[in-house]
C-alpha cells in the first residue's frame, strides 16, 4: 500500500514540475518565483534578483 502511495505521489507531482518548466521557457523573469511556489525553502525569505530589478 506504500509503495502504491508514493506512486500516487510521484504521478501528481510530476505535472506541476512540467508546468514549471513551461512556464520557464515562456517567462524567465517568473523562473524564481515559480521555483519557490512549487519547492517552498528558507531561501525563498530572502529578496530575489528579480526583486531588485525594475518592473518593465
Known amino acids: 500500500m506504500r509503495k502504491a502511495h ?3 505521489n510521484q504521478r501528481q507531482i510530476r ?3 512540467i508546468t514549471a518548466i513551461n ?3 515562456v517567462d524567465h523573469s ?3 518565483q515559480i ?3 512549487l519547492f517552498p525553502t528558507p531561501d525563498s525569505r530572502l529578496p530575489t534578483p528579480d526583486s531588485r530589478l525594475p518592473t518593465p
Open 6 to 8: 508514493l506512486t500516487g
Open 15 to 17: 505535472p506541476y514540475i
Open 23 to 25: 512556464a520557464i521557457k
Open 30 to 32: 517568473n523562473e524564481i
Open 35 to 37: 521555483i519557490f511556489s
